[in-house]
């Protein structure tokens, strides 16, 4: 159980503004993960946090790490949770590839076949990386706009 937590408590570092224990206790809460201060305090030494000030007041923050960079301001953790598997995008000719976290690669790519979308020609995908092969005549931007709809992260990236 507390591998899950880690990664709801760093998605919740990288994607909100928490200025207090109280604070991250009540998004773990809602993200379905009671634990005490305790060892919430624990959890936030083992992924190496700090609490800084910034001009709002004072934030969690995690060490500068590629896979939890803040991509997207989501508007509930849950919807965010479902799309947070992507780490990094990479252009290569007519391929994307998307990078995910790992385990994630499968079930994206999966995702991304059945929706049908009209620039795609087709996915290959392994244990934590999408190959998005992109149909003739249509224009890269065609294709991330396509994903996006999808993954919103996409629209923060730039490539």
Do not use: W
């Amino acid at each position: 159980m507390k591998a899950p937590r880690l990664d709801a408590l760093r998605v919740i570092l990288s994607n909100r503004t928490s200025a207090t224990q109280a604070d991250l206790l009540r998004e773990l809460a809602d993200a379905g993960f009671s634990v005490s201060q305790p060892t919430l305090s624990h959890d936030l030494r083992s992924l190496g946090a700090a609490k800084i000030r910034t001009r709002e007041g004072f934030q969690y923050i995690l060490p500068q790490r590629d896979t939890y960079q803040r991509t997207v301001a989501p508007e509930v953790l849950p919807e965010y949770l479902r799309n947070s598997g992507l780490a990094e995008v990479k252009k290569s000719g007519n391929l994307l590839v998307l990078h995910t976290r790992p385990g994630y690669a499968r079930g994206l790519a999966a995702d991304i076949d059945i929706s049908h979308m009209p620039s795609v020609a087709g996915t290959i995908a392994g244990y934590d990386t999408i190959f998005v092969a992109r149909l003739d005549g249509k224009t890269e931007q065609e294709l991330i706009d396509d994903l996006a709809e999808l993954l919103p992260a996409l629209k923060s990236i730039h490539l």
